[in-house]
């Protein structure tokens, strides 16, 4: 039916339909609808704005310091990759090279990271004189928002769904609502007030009537409403800590932005 609508009606159609969390279906369809979405303004419009950001962090950070805090941009770039994540949760017996994953870091906190290398790796271990051959895979991962310095290799048991212990931006309130007591603290980009944006490290929380309370790694409170979440708290990737920590991140010109 849609390939006898007038262009001008399907492009109506688009700005319903692309970028739900039913996007990538719609690329299913037929070779023809694929052909006609790709075609579309609104995905034009998307790709350039996607090119506008991933080049624009390749200049001096005092040169966009305008784009960084535009928190309109934020919006837009969040509204177009928030269906990704419909997608990138889903829960794996193993993982692969290019996959979003939950990560725990070396210093006990979950973090969104992305796989860069799987490989299997032999240990030797002697007991009683008797020595044994494991074997185990292992990942080499790359947090998102922080630079590649601190690039881990990680056990399997140490990855987890993407957003099952961090910050899943389709269920904001939820995610804090959820324990995160018994080794799953979680990094969190939050702000108080008027203040700038930290990368924090939660480690309680405390449910209220109107509220969750936050408690951060260095001591903070933030006090959470479900009126004022998108103000205070935000979901880490590398775009989402590019438009709001203002500082000169340089691994941020190494990297494209994809979520």
Known sequence: MIFSLPQDVNEIMYEYLLFSLCHYKYFCISKKTTKNINSCQMVKKYKLFKERINMAKEDDNDKIKNIREDKELYKRWHQYHIHQWFNKTNIKRLWKTGDYVDAYDYVKGWCPAIIMREYIERTSILTNKI??????RCYEIKFLGWSDRFIENVDIDKLAPLGKYTINPLKMYESISRDC?????????????????????IVGRIIEDDCIKLLSFIGKI???????????VRHITDASTFFSIETEYTFFKRRTFEI
């Open 131 to 136: 020595l044994k051959i494991e074997y185990k």
């Open 181 to 201: 007591s018994d080794n799953t603290f979680y990094w969190a980009l939050c702000k108080e007030g008027d203040k700038n944006w930290d990368m924090c490290k």
């Open 222 to 232: 933030y006090k959470v409403k479900k009126k004022n979440i998108d103000k205070m």
